[in-house]
C-alpha cells in the first residue's frame, strides 16, 4: 500500500514525478534564502557589534584594535561570499534540471573563511589560560582547519 518514489536528476517523465521533483527542488532551494537571511542577519549583529566597540574601546590597544578589525573584515568576506552562493544557485542558474547538482564556487571560500575566523578568536581567547587547557584546543583548531582547508 506504500508508494515509493524515486526522485532523480533526468527530466520527469511522468506528471507524478514532475510534481515529486519539483516539490524537491522547492524544498532544497528553499532552505538556501532562509539559512542566508539568518546569516545576513548575525552578520549585521557582528557590524553592530563592530561599531559600538570602536565608539566605546577608542582606547585599546592596537593588537586589539587590529583582531576586531580582521574579524570584521572577514564576516564581511564570508557574508559576501555566501551572498554570491545564494546568487549563482537562485538566481544565474539556468533552472535546468542538469545543473541542480553544481555547488557554486563560493561555498568552499565561505566555510574556509568561518574556520580561519573560528581559528583567530579561540587562539584568542586561549591566550592566557593554563597550558594543560591551552594545547588540545590549539591542536584540534589547527585540525578543524586543516580539514576545512581540504574539503
Known amino acids: 500500500m506504500?508508494?515509493?518514489?524515486?526522485?532523480?536528476?533526468?527530466?520527469?517523465?511522468?506528471p507524478l514525478r514532475?510534481?515529486?521533483f519539483a516539490m524537491s527542488i522547492a524544498l532544497d532551494h528553499g532552505a538556501m534564502p532562509i539559512g542566508g537571511l539568518l546569516g545576513f542577519g548575525l552578520s549585521g549583529c557582528v557590524n553592530m557589534q563592530f561599531i559600538v566597540y570602536c565608539r566605546v574601546y577608542f582606547?585599546?590597544?592596537?593588537?586589539?584594535?587590529?583582531l576586531v578589525i580582521v574579524i570584521w573584515l572577514l564576516d564581511l568576506c564570508h557574508s559576501a561570499l555566501v551572498a554570491s552562493a545564494l546568487w549563482d544557485s537562485i538566481i544565474?542558474?539556468?533552472s535546468g534540471l542538469d545543473t541542480l547538482d553544481i555547488i557554486p564556487w563560493s561555498i568552499g571560500?565561505?566555510?574556509?573563511?568561518?574556520?580561519?575566523i573560528t581559528f583567530i578568536v579561540q587562539l584568542e581567547v586561549v591566550q592566557s589560560k593554563k597550558l594543560t587547557v591551552v594545547i588540545p584546543i590549539v591542536v584540534?583548531?589547527?585540525?578543524?582547519?586543516?580539514?576545512?582547508?581540504?574539503?
Do not use: H, N
Open 109 to 116: 571560500p565561505a566555510i574556509e573563511l568561518t574556520a580561519m
Open 140 to 151: 584540534l583548531s589547527l585540525v578543524r582547519l586543516g580539514r576545512y582547508t581540504l574539503s
Open 18 to 20: 514532475a510534481i515529486i
Open 92 to 94: 544565474a542558474s539556468d
Open 59 to 66: 582606547y585599546e590597544s592596537w593588537r586589539t584594535k587590529s
Open 2 to 14: 506504500g508508494l515509493a518514489f524515486q526522485v532523480s536528476f533526468r527530466s520527469p517523465t511522468t
